[in-house]
């Protein structure tokens, strides 16, 4: 059985290798990044690479990632927004990279406010937003876990990190609810 450690680094690992949509700054020559060519880049156009290849990329003035391929506040809030207003049987499918890309989005928004202090309040308030997405799904993977009613959709809306805290917690209360009672023949 995976750790969540081992599943957290393979689900980053997983997006790190995932392929992403740049755009082209600037044109640019074939290059090697880590081994391996990419471009040519012609400026304006549209193009598929790793997304580790994105940042790069990115950081050299070479291409931007899409918008649609990171997190925003405008997307977290709405995330948030939905997960607070659904019942504890509901839960929002995201996709299976939501939390990489969490992760990625609050670690920028954090560096971003050392270096502006005038951003921290963005950092702050999406990190909140961040942390009450968390409690609400946790409490909802609590739930089902706790519950007989098992529903295929509701584990399907489930990110991989999620479904190894929902299988955890499924095994540890079925067996707490097959030990509790046993009485010992003395």
């Given at each position: 059985?995976?750790?969540?450690?081992?599943?957290?680094?393979?689900?980053?690992?997983?997006?790190?290798?995932?392929?992403?949509?740049?755009?082209?700054?600037?044109?640019?020559?074939?290059?090697?990044?880590?081994?391996?060519?990419?471009?040519?880049?012609?400026?304006?156009?549209?193009?598929?690479?790793?997304?580790?290849i994105a940042k790069e990329l990115e950081r050299t003035g070479i291409a931007r990632v899409r918008d649609e391929e990171l997190l925003d506040t405008v997307?977290?809030?709405?995330?948030?927004?939905?997960?607070?207003?659904?019942?504890?049987?509901?839960?929002?499918?995201?996709?299976?990279?939501?939390?990489?890309?969490?992760?990625?989005?609050?670690?920028?928004?954090?560096?971003?406010?050392?270096?502006?202090?005038?951003?921290?309040?963005?950092?702050?308030?999406?990190?909140?937003?961040?942390?009450?997405?968390?409690?609400?799904?946790?409490?909802?993977?609590?739930?089902?876990?706790?519950?007989?009613?098992?529903?295929?959709?509701?584990?399907?809306?489930?990110?991989?990190?999620?479904?190894?805290?929902?299988?955890?917690?499924?095994?540890?209360?079925?067996?707490?609810?097959?030990?509790?009672?046993?009485?010992?023949?003395?």
């Amino acid at each position: 059985m995976l750790n969540l450690k081992t599943i957290i680094e393979d689900s980053d690992f997983t997006f790190e290798n995932k392929l992403v949509s740049i755009v082209a700054m600037r044109d640019c020559s074939k290059i090697e990044i880590g081994g391996l060519s990419v471009g040519p880049f012609e400026e304006g156009q549209e193009y598929k690479v790793r997304f580790w290849i994105a940042k790069e990329l990115e950081r050299t003035g070479i291409a931007r990632v899409r918008d649609e391929e990171l997190l925003d506040t405008v997307r977290l809030y709405k995330i948030q927004w939905t997960e607070r207003v659904q019942s504890v049987m509901q839960i929002t499918s995201l996709s299976e990279d939501f939390y990489p890309k969490l992760r990625r989005y609050i670690r920028r928004l954090k560096k971003d406010a050392l270096r502006d202090p005038d951003r921290m309040r963005e950092y702050e308030r999406a990190r909140r937003w961040a942390q009450d997405i968390l409690n609400c799904r946790l409490k909802k993977i609590i739930a089902l876990a706790s519950s007989s009613k098992l529903t295929n959709q509701f584990i399907g809306n489930l990110t991989i990190e999620e479904r190894w805290l929902y299988e955890q917690l499924r095994k540890m209360i079925e067996e707490w609810r097959s030990n509790i009672l046993k009485v010992k023949n003395e």
